[in-house]
């Protein structure tokens, strides 16, 4: 039996690595994406989600991001696409209102680190790599993450929308989120 | 066909501006009409699509027509009285100004509005101005307000082509026809 003014102290040796590993997402994040609509980029971002992430740049073993996207609250800055984006021919909220992030590994990729995880849109699940760039900064950290999807994969856009010659099949996601340490 | 014009006719190049400027305006005009009132979807967006690329087709061919007319002697006028030459003339250099104008302020509206101009999913074109929604609105009241002035001015422009070729039987219509012979002017008429 450990005496009980040493239990807190042991839980600090075992949850404090070089950093603190575990964090939630602050105020000033932003997740969003750009396509191109007739040959001119937009971007659109979800004013909605949340995230889980654990990550220790000396300890990738033990890294996980686990994101939560409320897709219903995209906006782009134009109204007539801002409504049809919910529609059941692009993110079809009303059957799938959320889209899961969630990571199975990380790796170093030169002087970078790339997360491997799996997406699941629309109720299509297709491994989707992240590159990962995290900068600590005082306890919290900002961490940016950056991918391109093909949005016909996940069937954002079907029949008549699914024309790539006006709407682009490859969408850059980025991701800035200021970590909190939890 | 002489591509310049003479003092009798309209030469090659001034017909092909004409008649094919006739035919992108009526057609880039039904479209116009027609789109607005469509649901939206992928037809409704490429329609709207297609009324750009016509209409930025024709404000280069208005611009490439004006610097021809500037280059190409005119035909003299038949005869006909001071009024109707008059109100002919006036009504050509209204057209000519609504043939830039009305693409101008669909541009504009378009860049107000933050859309896209594309030509015929070749290329970009970049917007004249920032976002701007007060801008937009009065760039699309300009835009229609616009075509129908255009619209009453063709009806004055034909009309007026056509009683000179019914009634007045001179060369009006047919010097700006392809291929068409022209009349011969009664004995003793001359065109001042």
Known sequence: MTPRILA??????????????????GAGSTLGFTSSFQGESFDGTFKTFEATIRYDPADLATASFDVNVDLASVVTGDADRDGALPDAEFFDVKKAPKAHFKTTAFRKEGAGVVAEGTLTLKG??????????????????????????????????????????????????????KLVAK | ???????????????????????????????????????????????????????????????????????????????????????AHATHGLLYLLMLAIPLSGWLFNSARGYALQWFK???????????????????????????????????????????????????????LPFARLRKRPEGESSP
């Open chain 2, 122 to 176: 070749q290329f970009n074109l970049p917007a004249l101005v920032e976002k701007n929604e007060s801008l937009g609105d009065l760039a699309i009241t300009l835009h229609v307000a616009f075509f129908w002035i255009l619209a009453a001015l063709l009806v004055a422009h034909v009309g007026g082509a056509l009683m000179h070729h019914v009634f007045e039987r001179d060369n009006t219509l047919l010097r700006m």
């Open chain 1, 8 to 25: 807190p102290l042991l839980g600090l040796l075992v949850a404090t690595p070089a950093f603190a590993a575990d964090y939630t997402v």
């Open chain 1, 124 to 177: 299509v699940t297709k491994p989707v790599t992240l590159a990962v760039t995290f900068t600590p900064a005082g306890t919290g950290a900002t961490l940016d993450v950056t991918t391109t999807l093909k949005r016909l994969e996940f069937n954002v856009g079907t029949g008549e929308y699914a024309d790539t010659s006006t709407i682009a099949d490859a969408v850059k996601v980025k991701g800035s989120l």
């Open chain 2, 1 to 87: 066909m002489a591509l310049k014009s003479s003092t009798e006719r309209w030469g090659g190049v001034a017909k092909t501006f004409h008649w094919i400027m006739a035919l992108g305006i009526i057609g880039v005009g039904i479209l116009g009409l027609y789109m607005t009132g469509m649901d939206r979807g992928m037809a409704k967006v490429n329609t709207f699509a297609l009324h750009k690329s016509i209409g930025l087709t024709l404000l280069a061919l208005a611009l490439l027509r004006l610097a021809w007319r500037f280059v190409d002697r005119k035909p003299r006028d038949e005869a006909m009285p001071r009024w109707q030459r008059i109100a």
